[in-house]
């Protein structure tokens, strides 16, 4: 769960205020703040991460996992070849997969 603080931001300058009860021991201090739009657009770009993530995980473990019968060499190679290009597609489709660097 996220808790959001409702704040007050100038138009002009970008001052931020939220005001809160004082009692009596403040100190301003710098900190970075991030709006709220930009905070979903980067969880949202996370979990697709995760989940892309995920996906390749299962794709890598078969490759780690498989067994090749003797005289079947071949046949187990272009298989490998068509599930890593298989995982590189679902890479390449990504938002923020290597072509959006």
Request: proline fraction near 4%; charge should be neutral.
């Amino acid at each position: 769960m996220i808790d959001y603080i409702q704040a007050w931001q100038c138009i002009g300058c970008g001052k931020i205020e939220a005001p809160q009860p004082c009692i009596g021991v403040c100190r301003d201090r710098k900190i970075l703040m991030v709006g709220k739009d930009d905070y979903e657009r980067a969880l949202a770009e996370v979990e697709a991460l995760r989940a892309q993530q995920a996906r390749l995980h299962g794709m890598l473990q078969r490759f780690g996992l498989a067994k090749v019968h003797e005289g079947q060499w071949e046949r187990s190679w272009l298989a490998l070849q068509a599930q890593v290009r298989e995982a590189l597609a679902l890479l390449d489709a990504s938002p923020v997969g290597p072509s959006a660097h």
